[in-house]
């Protein structure tokens, strides 16, 4: 079904030639509110993936995922955010065009048979935070870091994707919803129910991810929100008012099992492979208290980044393993929504 | 450091060349509203003048399509009374600035429409960004303000994280069915290019609000008659100020907001404003800012005072700085406060609008009027009788 005609000027391209501008190959996935299709830019050869967001659908309009993921994904062009290098409208739907990226994190933590160097979970925490870091200084929270939103292009740079649930950090007197990130990868003031909280929240899922990543399996996999309050603090402590100032004032803080703070010798056994540095930078990522935790600027000025080994250069990071069937490799791309 | 140890180090360190510092402003060029919906002047009018013409050609062709038809239906009565029936004075098509005029006041009742809803202040500002920006793509005589406003409330409200829903908006709407705003939704996201994203000025002005108490408070009071108090109400008679002059004028499209929030502390108040600019960025406080003559406030002063900051040293540079900066705000004063229609003007350009967008209907009234005198005057008759 491909089809073909000029390239025309970006952007503002009319809804008439634009169908023309990009080929619709095949289908790779279907989710609730978009369907995913790959396809090449004609002009020029390059692999894209189009998200046509099923308008229509929704009785009240435009989906607010969609309205999130156009309206901050327009804003943010940096090497470690995915592209959107176009939006169209065909009959009432909106495609976005994205760069096209094949794999994710997760598909690699998963993936047994490949061994991470401690210079590639650099190379990829570094990305991460760089990505992370242009978020939050366009003052955008991204409120959805997980492994598998974080993407890998051909030439191993990670890319962070899916923006249906980021938004712009709110006025200080505005009321944010604490229903936000996968469970896993959820920062304790957002279990305990807080209405204000900042990019401290990214920050802890970045935390969580470079657990992750050294540890070849989730860090703290709670079963339901209340078990993940329990996995959460039996791994970092149970949170009290000496280390974390008005904590018992947040809506969801009662009747916790009062666990004692890890001591380092306990974090040294869990993460055995991680150095003082890298063990420095996860517990200043993964503080109780947001106010304590790092933020993106701190996080990349740490010492862990200096020392050796040098991080990965991307296009020297393992990459997913060619697979027999042709069928699965584009499970990366497909993005299904967990909320 | 002196210039020249600066230099020197900047020859020492070449070859490894050190990654350029990225400012606030760097990211804000970035920006869609800078790169897309920033203009000067002759631009905005020349994109407004574009959309106009559009919007002619479309009436017009609308216009001609109902004239012909109306022809054919009734060739008798175009026949008697072809100079009542002229295609030249039937309708009159709006000018871009009685378009402009006619979405300025319009604007006045987004701000009303959000204040019924009880939604916050961003989605009053946002709606008003999205609609003034669809009315640079569009013209009003194809599209009539009344349904892209509720539209661009509706779509505001959801870009603002204000989510409501389709029914209890329009429940509360009259004369607005659910497909009228759902249907615009996309043609108006279509027309702001799909972003939707805006910076207004109220956060500047609150930053400037706090830094207007860390420069002439702390540590020690600069002025004898300034208190937190003093500097509490301006602030809020510069929000005041911003919701009835800066919003509703163009100068979102022609200035930053921090350029717009620094503009409604000035309109305010004159005289603490220049004196933070100079606490701010001058040495030499005894500068005599006010003396900045207000008649070459004009686009080719400020290059020329651009031309000059390169040219001189330091304080020099600071002092252009400033002046170029107070001149910006001058003007941006000068450009918010608008050019109302009175309420008979804006009448008078809705209902040409209307002609515009149903020329059917005005030619069938007047062919109906043309038409019908003979029994009018029958009825008059048998009443009189």
Redesign the interface.
């Known amino acids: 079904m491909a089809t073909e005609l000029q390239e025309s000027r970006p952007?503002?391209t009319p809804?008439s030639s634009i169908q023309l501008k990009y080929s619709k190959d095949r289908k790779v996935g279907e989710g609730t509110y978009a369907v995913v299709y790959l396809g090449v830019q004609i002009s020029t050869k390059r692999k894209i993936a189009i998200k046509e967001i099923k308008?229509g659908l929704f009785?009240?309009?435009?989906d607010?995922s969609a309205?999130r993921e156009?309206?901050?994904l327009?804003?943010l062009?940096h090497p470690n955010v995915i592209e959107l290098i176009d939006?169209f409208?065909t009959s009432?739907n909106?495609n976005l065009v994205l760069e096209f990226l094949p794999c994710d994190l997760e598909v690699l933590i998963k993936d047994t048979s490949i061994v991470f160097k401690s210079a590639d979970i650099k190379s990829w925490l570094l990305m991460t935070l760089r990505g992370v870091h242009h978020c939050h200084?366009?003052f955008i929270l991204h409120r959805d870091l997980k492994p598998n939103n974080l993407l890998l292009a051909p030439d191993g740079q990670l890319k962070i994707a899916d923006f249906g649930l980021a938004?712009?950090l709110?006025?200080p007197n505005?009321d944010l919803s604490s229903n936000v990130v996968t469970r896993w990868y959820r920062a304790p003031e957002l279990l305990f129910g807080a209405k204000h909280y900042t990019g401290a929240v990214d920050i802890w899922s970045v935390g969580i991810i470079f657990a992750e990543l050294m540890l070849r399996t989730p860090y703290l996999p709670g079963k339901d929100d209340i078990d993940q309050l329990d996995v959460t603090f039996r791994a970092l402590g149970t949170p009290t008012e000496q280390i974390w100032p008005n904590v018992s004032n947040l809506p969801q803080y009662n009747a916790l099992r009062v666990y004692p703070p890890p001591s380092r010798q306990e974090l040294r056994n869990r993460f055995s492979a991680a150095t003082e540095k890298a063990l420095d930078l996860l517990i200043s990522m993964t503080q109780l208290d947001p106010s304590r935790r790092c933020d993106s600027t701190s996080a990349l000025l740490h010492d862990y980044f200096l020392e050796a080994p040098r991080a990965t250069n991307p296009n020297e990071l393992p990459q997913k393993r060619e697979k027999k069937k042709p069928s699965n490799e584009d499970d990366g791309t497909i993005k299904r929504r967990k909320l | 450091m002196t210039e020249q140890e600066k230099e020197s180090e900047n020859g020492r360190t070449e070859e490894v060349p050190k990654k350029q510092y990225i400012s606030n402003d760097d990211l804000y060029r970035r920006s869609s509203q800078f790169e897309l919906w920033s203009f000067t002047q002759e631009s905005l009018e020349a994109k407004k003048k574009q959309a106009n013409e559009i919007g002619r050609r479309i009436a017009k062709q609308r216009f001609d399509e109902a004239y012909n038809k109306l022809k054919q239906e009734n060739p008798t009565i175009f026949e008697i009374h072809k100079q009542e029936l002229d295609a030249n004075n039937l309708i009159t098509l709006l000018s871009h600035e009685e378009e402009t005029k006619f979405i300025h006041a319009y604007c006045q009742n987004i701000v009303q429409t959000a204040d019924y809803f009880r939604m916050p202040t961003q989605v009053k500002l946002t709606a008003i960004s999205l609609f003034k920006k669809f009315y640079l793509e569009n013209s009003i005589m194809e599209y009539h303000p009344k349904n892209i406003m509720y539209t661009s409330v509706f779509l505001a409200a959801k870009s603002e994280n204000y989510f409501i829903t389709i029914e209890s908006f329009i429940s509360r709407l009259k004369d607005v069915k659910q497909e009228d705003i759902l249907d615009l939704e996309f043609k108006i996201l279509e027309s702001l290019k799909f972003t939707l994203l805006v910076h207004h000025a109220f956060r500047p002005l609150y930053g400037f609000f706090l830094d207007f108490q860390a420069i002439l408070l702390h540590p020690s009071p600069v002025m004898y008659d300034v208190s937190i108090d003093t500097l509490g109400s301006l602030y809020d008679r510069a929000k005041k100020w911003l919701n009835e002059y800066a919003i509703l004028s163009d100068v979102a499209f022609l200035f930053t907001p921090p350029q717009i929030a620094l503009a409604a502390m000035y309109a305010i108040d004159r005289r603490i404003t220049e004196r933070y600019l100079k606490e701010k960025f001058l040495d030499d406080h005894t500068v005599n800012l006010e003396s900045i003559p207000e008649h070459n406030d004009d686009v080719k002063e400020e290059d020329k005072d651009n031309e000059a900051l390169k040219a001189s040293n330091e304080s020099s540079n600071q002092r252009e700085y400033c002046i170029t900066l107070i001149r910006t705000i001058r003007k941006c004063i000068k450009l918010s406060k608008l050019d109302n229609p009175t309420p008979e003007e804006s009448k008078e350009i809705g209902k040409r609008c209307k002609a515009a967008l149903n020329p059917d209907k005005v030619i069938e009234r007047r062919v109906k009027k043309l038409a019908a005198p003979t029994t009018t005057t029958t009825n008059t008759t048998t009443t009189t009788t």
Do not use: F
């Open positions: 952007r503002s809804t308008t009785k009240d309009g435009l607010m309205i156009v309206k901050y327009q804003e062009k939006v409208s009432n909106l200084r366009n938004r712009s709110g006025n505005e």
